[in-house]
């Protein structure tokens, strides 16, 4: 009977190649079914499924798969066996000799003979070490299957006629469906602001690259709340503190940029960023005397430009980097 494994990734090629590591064979050696199309979805994550594809072996390639495993667990043990049979062989010789010489000149005395085999035991002891070395290996991936998730307590729930409860309801909706497992809490300001915190993305899968999946959320989050409102109501989504640590990041590249642009007498350009990301540059730098800071281009490249002050009454060379 022929063997079939059925393997799910993210496309059917990746499913494909998976899927003949795990037989040990190559694609002229099976037969390939697709079950099922993959699909990325909104935002790489709404609607999102796997590739799955099933991979069935030839009648002549059946036991490819367990022969190739076979093999190389023989090439793996046979290098071990070797060592410890040559690291026997010249204690061995050893031994024999020094049981000879110590025969020869005495051989009427007690003693040698009651010596020799404690000689042996001694000398015998370094031919074990090779075999040491083999359990080592065995160790390693055990730790890592201990840690059993911790549960994740639910935030308490707010009114889902306010804004924060309409916040709150519509990301639990969200991140739901994402497949992501957080708790939203949320909270409102005197002035009438709603602040998000989601705990629990220990992945980052909310954040995404550079914050631009957070953004998104807290777009899509502030759409929802200010729907069919006359006064708008500001939305500002964190999660694992990323915001407070973003900001930490872009201060102390700010002022390495600064310091750069003052050392040079060159002015710097930063990448693009948002909005908020900039006015943290901006506030950055508002106190350092040495320069001074603007933005330039269009959306979604706008970006910063720190110049360093006039010196000695000369302007400063301004070239971009």
Do not use: C, W
Request: glycine residues 6%.
């Amino acid at each position: 009977m022929s063997k079939s494994i059925e393997v799910s990734a993210k496309t059917q090629e990746e499913a494909i190649s998976q899927g003949l590591e795990q037989l040990g064979v190559s694609i002229g050696d099976v037969t390939v079914e697709l079950l099922q199309e993959g699909s990325k979805g909104l935002f790489g994550f709404f609607g999102s499924r796997l590739a799955k594809v099933k991979l069935t072996l030839k009648d002549d390639k059946a036991d490819a798969g367990d022969a190739h495993q076979m093999v190389a667990d023989l090439f793996r043990e046979e290098p071990i066996v070797r060592k410890a049979e040559k690291a026997e062989k010249p204690e061995k010789a050893a031994a024999e000799q020094e049981n000879v010489t110590s025969v020869k000149p005495q051989p009427k005395a007690p003693k040698n003979p009651e010596k020799a085999p404690e000689e042996k035991k001694k000398e015998a002891a370094p031919a074990e070490k090779p075999k040491k070395a083999a359990p080592k290996a065995e160790k390693k991936p055990a730790p890592q299957e201990e840690k059993p998730a911790a549960p994740i307590e639910p935030a308490p729930q707010a009114d889902p006629e306010t804004a924060a409860g309409k916040a709150q309801q519509f990301l639990q909706e969200v991140t739901k469906l994402m497949g992501v497992e957080v708790s939203v809490a949320v909270s409102t300001d005197e002035e009438g602001n709603v602040k998000v915190d989601m705990e629990g993305d220990t992945l980052g899968i909310l954040i995404g690259r550079r914050g631009e999946t957070l953004d998104a959320l807290q777009y899509l989050t502030s759409l929802q709340v200010n729907r069919g409102q006359s006064e708008y109501t500001r939305v500002t989504l964190d999660t694992e503190h990323y915001r407070a640590k973003r900001e930490e990041a872009l201060i102390r590249l700010a002022n390495h940029m600064a310091h750069r642009a003052q050392k040079t007498g060159r002015r710097v350009s930063m990448e693009p960023m948002n909005p908020y990301e900039r006015r943290i540059l901006h506030s950055a730098l508002q106190e350092n005397e040495a320069v001074t800071t603007h933005s330039e281009g269009e959306e979604p490249n706008r970006h910063v430009v720190i110049v360093p002050n006039k010196k000695n009454g000369k302007a400063p060379e301004k070239t971009e980097e």
